[in-house]
């Protein structure tokens, strides 16, 4: 199978979205000057471009496309070459409206934006194929093609009749029979019991909450019928190509695609990362990101989009400060990126986006944007054969999944507070704070690499992924679980108890009386700490520690931390420096380490195989001590015994004395 190295060939990858149909002709020669000035090397064509190749049914105009092919391979710049599916022109929403999605009401989902298909549509399928094919056909032999994108940001949803026929027909391939899907589903509860497959509809809107495990399935459901829609397409450009490895670009942390599935099906996993300038955690989101994204890959991986400025769809809208842009670029080629790409190249002057930043501003080639992009390009160049295809290590993994992320935004559900996402982030930014590189995990992989699993909150779990936590701890492994995990079983069915009894006998709990959410903004009072979000009536069975117990109100001196052996279960959310200090300590225990000891605030350290990267995230200059001889790979400076690092500086960090031969 063909992967990014195919692409890289050594090198990292740099460049963005192109869309010259936007512009006159005459615009593309100054494009590829400014790309080569730059240190452009690939740029995403294609994207929204389906009403320029078939402006109306079966017309095929493919003139502009090989100009601009030939154009870009003339100036050694490789495409990635999108099938333009995400977001079909006015003919077929006006010709078969029968494509256009539905909402939960029924309301029509009309074009005049983009991704307004069903992806159940056998008609959108088909116009989607035919337009893959001859696009595959054409280019499959052009020396500029390095990479296919198909679609873009899958992210549709319909509730339509079509829609509904498909979803039958996946329940039934799913459960079999009407009689398992009624237990699965719980429909003794309301009356809701299904005598026909055709009396089953998709969620609509209903008279009060719906089924939650008919939500679930529905869930499921829609990652898979966008999923058949990408197939579809990667098997025609791979037919036409196998060598040429095939992305689509995930939006992150989007409840939508179940990535872990999606990732195992794409030669590349890309993503497209937006971290807030004006966030204090932006830095740590997008370290989140990065490992989330290498986690699913399984190394190297493709930022498809980032931005070189502001974006255009929050309620404010920041610039990024001067060398922001650049320490988060370096930060992702630090956690495994081998590719680095913007939307866009040339950032647009009509249309939803002409506010959302590109490489080349407004403010032109002069701009101070463009001239930070034209120094990320050339120290991309310094350091992509020295890093592309290398690894990134941890000894940490967090285990994250999209059917308990699903069960868990159910109604009528304990808390509306408590978000899954922000979970996640919280407990990776303990260890992001801590300085210990972390891996992204599904809770049934095989663990037994890791020193420390962490669970955040994991509201469902299978049989078999419960079976694997329990045998990970007993192989000698640590395990550090959050509130709330272990609830619900694959059809979100709660377990006897409350809890998973196996998983009640791993952290020594004999019963879990009640959960006690808490409100917006309160705290409750543990030994040390405070707690938030949430807490929990836990009654332990004698065989665990109580780490940190609950003072004042009605669980007053009932365990807030338990551990037992090497499992721990923590049934608030500490706040964020106790939580810190909490997986620090525990990661000690278990023999992990910070990549770096002895870190000022603020500043982070990397290990990608032979290179340490050094990035300060902090608005002042940081000095770090670092033994040994080093040199700087963006600099070719020598370092001895520390490091000098402006605000948001980075090093990328060689050892001299293996470069150099000497003791």
Known sequence: MPSLHDATRGRVLFGGDYNPEQWPEEVWADDVRLMKE???????????????????????????LDRLLDLLHAHGIGAVLATP?????????????????????????????????????????RYAAALTED??????????????????????????DETGA????????????????????????????????????????????????????????????????????????????????????????????????????????????YPDPKDPQGGQYNAMLADMTRSQAGGPWMVMEQAAGPVNWRAVNHPRPAGLNRLWSLQSVARGADALCYFQWRQSRQGAEK??????????????????????????????????????????????????WWSSTQQGRPSSLVSYPELLQAWHRGLWESGIGTDFARPGADLSAYRMVLVPQLQLLGDAAIDNLVAYVRGGGTLVCGFFTGVADVDDRI?????????????????????????????????????????????????????????????????????????????????????????????????????????????????????????????????????????????GAGTDGCVELDRYGVAVLADASRRDGSA
């Open 38 to 64: 730059a240190g452009v090397n690939t740029v995403t064509v294609g994207v929204f471009s389906w009403a320029m190749i078939e402006p109306r049914p079966g017309a095929r105009e493919f003139g502009w």
């Open 85 to 125: 599916t995400s977001s079909p022109p006015p003919w077929m929403g006006a010709l078969h409206p029968e494509t256009l999605p539905r909402t939960e009401d029924g309301a029509v989902v009309n074009y005049g934006s983009r991704q307004h298909f069903c992806p159940s549509s056998p008609v959108y399928r």
């Open 135 to 160: 696009l595959a056909a054409r280019y499959a032999e052009h020396p500029a093609l390095t990479v296919w994108h198909i679609n873009n940001e899958y992210c549709t949803h319909c509730w339509c």
């Open 166 to 273: 498909h979803f039958r027909r996946w329940l039934a391939s799913r459960h079999t029979t009407l009689d398992a899907l009624n237990e699965a589903w719980g429909t003794a509860f309301w009356s809701q019991r299904y005598d026909t497959w055709e009396e089953i509809l998709p969620p609509r809107r209903a008279q009060y909450m719906r089924n939650p495990a008919q939500e679930l399935d529905f869930k499921r459901f829609t990652s898979d019928a966008l999923m058949e829609c990408y197939l579809a397409e990667r098997d025609i450009v791979a037919r036409h190509t196998p060598h040429i490895p095939v992305t689509t670009n995930f939006m992150p942390l989007w409840s939508g695609q179940d990535a872990w599935a999606w990732a195992e099906q794409e030669d590349i996993v890309s993503v497209d990362v």
């Open 355 to 404: 506010f959302h930043s590109g490489m080349l501003s407004h403010a032109g080639e002069h701009g101070r944007t463009f001239q930070e992009v034209k120094r990320i390009g050339a120290e991309l160049a310094l350091i992509g054969a020295e890093v592309s295809g290398t690894g990134v290590s941890a000894e940490v993994a967090v285990l994250h999944d999209w059917d308990a």
């Open 495 to 635: 377990r006897p108890g409350g809890m998973d009894g196996r998983l009640r006998e791993l952290f020594g709990i004999r019963t879990v009386h009640e959960w006690w959410p808490l409100d917006a903004g309160a705290t409750v009072e543990c030994d040390g700490f405070g707690g938030t979000l949430w807490s929990e009536e836990l009654e332990p069975d004698g065989s665990a520690e109580t780490v940190a117990a609950y003072r004042g109100g009605e669980l007053d001196g009932l365990p807030a931390v338990l551990r037992k052996g090497d499992a721990w279960y923590v049934s608030t959310l500490p706040q964020p420096e106790a939580l810190r200090e909490l997986l620090g300590r525990v990661a000690a225990g278990a023999g992990v380490r910070p990549v770096l000891e002895g870190l000022p605030s603020g500043v982070e350290a990397v290990r990608r195989g032979e290179l340490l990267f050094l990035l300060n995230h902090g608005r002042s200059p940081a000095r770090v001590e670092l033994p040994g001889r080093n040199v700087d790979l963006l600099t």
